[in-house]
C-alpha cells in the first residue's frame, strides 16, 4: 500500500459530521478492544507517515478517524477502542448505528489480543450486529507474545466462538506488529473485500 493521509475525524455519535460516503472511496473499518494494538497495526497497514500515536494509555481514542489512500482508492477507518469499563457505553451503540448505517463501508476487522481471545465485549459486539453491515473478520493481535502451543489453542478456541456468528469470516488472520507479521494477508483481504 502507499501511504494514507488522516482526512476526516467524527465522532461516531454524530451522523452530521461523518464525511460524506464516496462511491469512488469503499471503506474498511478496523475495531476493537481498548489497547489490542490496532494504532499499531494501522501504522503498518496504512504505511503511515507520523500518525496514530501509539499509547500505553487504554481508551484514549474518542473519535473515528478516515485515512485515505488516494492511490487504490480507499478509505480506511480507525474506530474509537469499546469495551473499557464504562466507556463501552460511550463508544459502543454509536458505532453499531455506524456499521449498520454506513453502506460505503465493506468489511469490518475485529481485533482480538491473542493472549486473552474473546471477552464479553467482543461477543456482544457480534450479537448486536447480527447480520447486519458488511462482512467482518476477525484478526488476533499480538501473536508474538504468546507461546505457539497456547495460540493454537486460543485460536482454535476463538474460531468455535465465532461459529456462531453469521457474516462473521470464521478464518482468523493472525498478526504481530512486533514482528511485521500478517500484515500482507490483511491487505490482500481488504483488497479483495473492496474489489480494488
Ligand atoms: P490501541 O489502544 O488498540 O490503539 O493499541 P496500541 O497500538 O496503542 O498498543 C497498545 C500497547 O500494545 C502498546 O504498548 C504497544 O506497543 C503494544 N503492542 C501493540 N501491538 C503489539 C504487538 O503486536 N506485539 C506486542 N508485543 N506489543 C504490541
Not at 59 to 84: C, E, Q, S
Not at 105 to 123: E, M, Q, S
Request: net charge positive.
Amino acid at each position: 500500500f502507499s501511504k494514507c493521509w488522516r482526512y476526516a475525524r467524527a465522532g461516531l455519535h454524530e451522523p452530521n459530521q461523518w464525511p460524506e460516503a464516496d462511491p469512488a472511496y469503499p471503506e474498511v473499518a478496523f475495531v476493537g478492544r481498548s489497547n489490542v494494538g490496532k494504532s499499531s497495526l494501522l501504522n503498518q497497514i496504512c504505511n503511515f507517515g507520523t500518525i496514530a500515536a501509539v499509547s500505553s494509555k487504554p481508551g484514549r481514542t474518542k473519535h473515528a478517524a478516515w485515512y485515505r489512500n488516494r492511490k487504490v482508492h480507499l478509505d480506511i477507518i480507525d474506530m474509537p477502542g469499546y469495551g473499557h469499563a464504562d466507556r463501552a457505553k460511550v463508544f459502543g451503540p454509536e458505532a453499531l448505528a455506524f456499521v449498520k448505517a454506513r453502506t460505503s463501508l465493506k468489511a469490518v476487522y475485529i481485533l482480538i489480543d491473542a493472549r486473552h481471545g474473546f471477552k464479553w465485549t467482543d461477543h456482544e459486539w457480534l450479537a448486536e450486529l447480527g447480520n447486519e453491515g458488511p462482512r467482518k473478520q476477525v484478526i488476533l493481535t499480538k501473536c508474538d507474545m504468546v507461546a505457539p502451543n497456547k495460540l493454537i489453542q486460543i485460536a482454535s478456541l476463538a474460531r468455535s466462538d465465532l461459529e456462531q456468528f453469521k457474516r462473521v469470516d470464521h478464518k482468523l488472520f493472525l498478526c504481530s506488529s512486533v514482528w511485521k507479521s500478517g500484515m500482507h494477508d490483511i491487505r490482500a483481504d481488504i483488497v479483495r473485500r473492496t474489489n480494488l
